[in-house]
Each structure stands twice: as structure tokens, then as C-alpha cells.
């Protein structure tokens, strides 16, 4: 069983992250505070980290470096409500792993925790979804159609990857909403239709096929 550390000081969120760790076969340990958080991890008793950034008694991206610099070299999920290029940059550059902005969707966290936790397992730095001509790097953040490099912003890449993973399967707008834009997001807003059509026009349009009434579905053997 993968034993995950939260560092986490917002007693809502930890417990809603904990529980459903737990409901995935997963072994979570909560801690409220850097300092609780950086000697649980001295520990070496987990596999991976989710670190929140605002912290009561320390920034997040101080413990970050703190704990690359004593040699803790467990994956690293930064989940927090800084959502700038500059700050996801920062993480990244400070030793985290991968990024992940509030408010999310538990199914989505879930999936980069396993993804990371594969990752570690297999000795392996690649981890890639396909179909067709259409290849996503999941942690490389890189995806290519037709072997050429295609630039998506976040929401874009989150929004492609819930299709590659679930190719010819009708996804609705509800479901779409809940695993890219998180749990709280106006279940009202059109921002699954625009970014469709965004990702329409970088990846191809008859890739993605219009249910109506009901959602989007990646089409199954789909050229552009």
C-alpha cells in the first residue's frame, strides 16, 4: 500500500483528500503545518507528496526546497489556489513534480498521484497516451500530432487528456466540468463548448465528434 504525505493546512480539503486516498487503496498521513510536514517526510516513509504552498508557518515553495536540499526525493504534487505561469514555473523549478491549481476534481488528482506513483514504480520517466496521430507526454506536459509539438495551455492539456483517456466513450459537459474545472465549478458555463473548439483548432476538428444533447466523444480512428 503507497503511503502519501498531505501537507495541507485547510482541515476541509485534507480531509476530503484523505478520504478518498484511503477509498483508492492508498495510505494518506495528514500534517497542518511545514514543520510538521518536513519531519514526517525526513521519515522516508512515503512514496509521494502533495504539498500546499500556503502554509501557516512557512511557504510552500521554502519546504520544497528544503526537502530537495536534504535529499527527499519522493514525487512532489503542488496543489494550491496560485495558478500563474510564473508560480507553476516556480514549482517546477523548485523540485515539484507536477502542479495542480484549486479548486480541483478529486478523480483528476487521483489520476496524477497513480501516474507518478507508476512512474516511480517502473524506473521510468515517460508515461504517454495515443490515438491515432495524436501522442500526449503526461509528464512531459508535451503533446504532438503527427510527431509535430502542439502547444496547449493547462486547461487545454487537462481537457485532452480526459478525452485520450476515455477514446469513443461519450463524455458530457457535466462530467467534463467536474474532472477539468473542479468539484465547485458553475455547472452553467459554456467553457466546455469553447474549449472544444479551442482544442478543435489546434488538434484537428473531426477528431472531436459533437453528441448532441449529450456531450463530446474523441472519435475513434479519427484523421484530421
Known sequence: MSRILIIEDEPRISSFIAKGLRSAG???TVCGTAGEGFDQAQTGNFELIILDLGLPD???FSLLRRLRATHIDSPVIILTARNSVDDTVAGLQNGADDYMAKPFHFDELLA???LRLRAEDNGSDTAVLSHGDLEMDLLRRLVTVDGAEVDLSAREFSLAEAF??????VLSR???????WG???DPG???VDVYVRYLRNKLGGER???VRGVGYRLARGTQP
Open 174 to 180: 457535466e462530467q467534463l466540468l467536474s474532472r477539468v
Open 164 to 169: 485520450l483517456r476515455n477514446p469513443g466513450l
Open 112 to 114: 496524477r498521484v497513480r
Open 208 to 210: 472531436f465528434e459533437t
Open 58 to 60: 512557512e511557504d510552500g
Open 26 to 28: 492508498l495510505a494518506p
Open 189 to 191: 458555463s459554456n467553457v
Open 183 to 185: 468539484y465547485d465549478f
